[in-house]
């Protein structure tokens, strides 16, 4: 586990999104101020690639300057505004996500249980082929 | 501009993207000491997709639960390792990345300048009309 290329791609993850953002925020102020350029950025936005942040600025500054700098200063804004809660809403995001994952699986799994039990009381002998049983250590004894 | 949506869905794409370098992480573990399991899950998360990193858990959890158990503590630990790092990588990136886009434009801006100097020696008259003159205020001017 590369710790130190996971930060660097997540980080370069971060910063297309918050671009993907910018265009977005931009677009939304020039439909009311100015509909003809908010209309263009879009259809330039949907002909080049968001996803890849850079690759797009630099499409965009070639064909409108002025608009690729403004793009520029709202996502460094953007940038300025959110990155210091980004920490704690990733981290409290994802202890309450996989807390939620794994409630879940364990209300499935405890909901196959009065099956099997139940299985267990009308008959008791082919205790190994319950679909309980069969189920649960599959589960279990995955890698 | 809605500072706490965008800090929100920016969290989101931070979450499916760690889930996708948790489930990249095993995948390289399995590869090593369960290639069978390994193929499995390639093959799993090129059907599911990991973009939506929620909807791509659950699936993987109703299918092998304990390896979803495995690619959600992975994904904490990324997270709780990388987190902190992340608002200064982002913010720099970005302030990075803006700098250079303004030169790599200036410069583009600047050698068409040469060139009108070029014009300029053999014909110092139209000084108005050279193409760097015409081109620059051409690019400041838009919206």
Redesign the interface.
């Known amino acids: 586990?590369d710790?130190k290329q996971?930060?660097?791609?997540?980080?370069?993850?971060?910063?297309s999104?918050?671009t993907y953002?910018a265009v977005r925020?931009v677009i939304?102020q020039?439909s009311e101020t100015?509909p003809p350029?908010a209309l263009w950025l879009q259809q330039f936005s949907t002909r080049e690639r968001v996803q890849d942040?850079?690759a797009y600025?630099?499409s965009l500054?070639?064909e409108?300057?002025?608009?690729?700098?403004r793009i520029?200063t709202v996502?460094?804004h953007?940038?300025?505004?959110?990155?210091?809660?980004?920490?704690e809403?990733?981290?409290t995001?994802?202890?309450e996500?996989?807390l939620n994952?794994?409630c879940?699986?364990l209300e499935?799994?405890t909901q196959v249980m009065p099956d099997s039990t139940d299985a267990t009381d009308t008959a008791d002998t082919n205790r190994d082929d319950r679909p309980g049983n069969a189920s649960a250590p599959e589960?279990?004894?995955?890698?």
Do not use: H, W
């Not at 996971?6 to 910063?15: F, Y």
């Open positions: 586990m710790l996971i930060a660097k791609d997540t980080a370069k993850t971060v910063i999104y918050l953002q925020t939304a020039l100015d350029t942040g850079e600025m630099q500054l070639q409108k300057a002025a608009l690729g700098f520029l996502r460094e953007l940038a300025n505004e959110i990155c210091e809660f980004l920490p809403m990733v981290q995001g994802i202890q996500s996989n994952l794994r879940q699986q499935r799994m589960t279990e004894s995955e890698p």
